[in-house]
């Protein structure tokens, strides 16, 4: 029997992400003896009840047994769920876990289960961006670079030990949906590695996380994809590419609101004599927004509602933006921004 075949896993997760270390842990020959994934959930424009793409994977691929309890709490809001899951685990008595955007708390029961405990693989450098949504966080907030964190679970929200760390500096033009597809692929290698160490009997040194440091990266909401345009473009423009393609940010043209899928920033050099919001140009090459601190925002693709995403200049045909057109500014919020 190969060290591989000889490492149990089970493995939690529910989106892409988790999707993609599922694969890499099956293809590389260790045996998954149970998941867990977030129930099937309404999804599409029929509101059809969907499977996430880990149930997905293990399904196409006989991966057994799959629990979608929807808590794992056996005090919580659904007692025989949990209870009926965890049983499940601890008769399968998993040698590890990995864990990866599960998306629900495990108890302490649950993290002391597997004989190696539970690893978990973080989409960040961590301490910075522990919680929901770390690529996103990364990006909006202007960082130079991002990574993968494996860390060995505790009751902390991502505070465990770190196992190892890979960085990937982020790119000018990298969204949320360029940058998650790095770091899925990364994920998936490192905690190959990793399990690889652990079947053959190597111990995974453990860095307690440094105080210093710490962010939180909260969930994404739909009500912060308006564009306060009396911010800087830079900001702006890294606004842009964070919610790309999740929740997308939006510019409202009257009662239109208008999605925002690539901007690049301008620096006009001195104060712009126009009010933020105002278009300044718009042709094949974008439309050029006035900005907060004489900045301008360049945006290259754009989607009405109902439509699909266009290039600006197919945007501009059905849609025309003369100069001096305004958009709106969001009303809450706007004691805070920036650029005002």
């Not at 949320?176 to 190597?202: C, F, N, P, Q, W």
């Not at 040194?205 to 440094?210: R, S």
């Amino acid at each position: 029997m190969s060290a591989a075949k000889s490492l149990r896993v089970a493995f939690a997760g529910t989106p892409e992400f988790a999707r993609v270390a599922l694969e890499a842990i099956h293809a590389a020959g260790f045996p998954v003896v149970a998941l867990l994934s977030q129930p099937d959930r309404p999804a599409g424009r029929g509101m059809q009840l969907q499977a996430s793409p880990v149930k997905q994977y293990a399904v196409a691929n006989g991966l057994e047994p799959v629990l979608q309890p929807r808590s794992l709490r056996r005090t919580g809001k659904y007692p025989e769920e949990a209870a009926a899951a965890v049983d499940t685990l601890a008769k399968i008595a998993p040698d590890v876990m990995v864990v990866a955007a599960y998306g629900l708390i495990l108890p302490a029961e649950v993290l002391e289960l597997p004989r190696l405990g539970c690893l978990n693989i973080h989409a960040s450098l961590l301490p910075r961006w522990r919680g929901a949504a770390p690529i996103h966080r990364a990006i909006e907030a202007g960082d130079a670079e991002t990574g993968i964190t494996l860390m060995q679970m505790d009751e902390g929200l991502d505070t465990g030990a770190m196992l190892s760390r890979e960085s990937v500096p982020i790119a000018a033009d990298d969204s949320t949906g360029t940058l998650h597809d790095k770091l899925a692929s990364l994920g998936g290698r490192m905690i190959v590695d990793a399990l690889r160490k652990l079947a053959a009997g190597e111990t995974l040194p453990a860095t307690p996380q440094p105080d210093a440091g710490v962010t939180y990266a909260e969930k994404i909401g739909k009500d912060e994809a308006p564009l306060d345009l009396r911010r800087p473009a830079a900001e702006l423009a890294s606004q842009v590419r964070a919610f790309n393609p999740f929740p997308g940010a939006t510019l409202q043209l009257d009662s239109t609101v208008i999605k925002c899928w690539q901007a690049v920033p301008l620096s006009a050099g001195t104060s712009l004599p126009h009010p933020a919001g105002t278009v300044l140009a718009a042709d094949a090459s974008g439309v050029i927004i006035a900005c907060g601190n004489g900045s301008a925002l360049q945006v290259t693709e754009l989607q009405k509602p109902g439509g699909r995403r266009q290039p600006a200049q197919q945007f501009l045909q059905g849609t025309p933006l003369p100069p001096g057109t305004r958009f709106a500014i969001p009303v809450e919020g706007a004691d805070s921004a920036a650029g005002a």
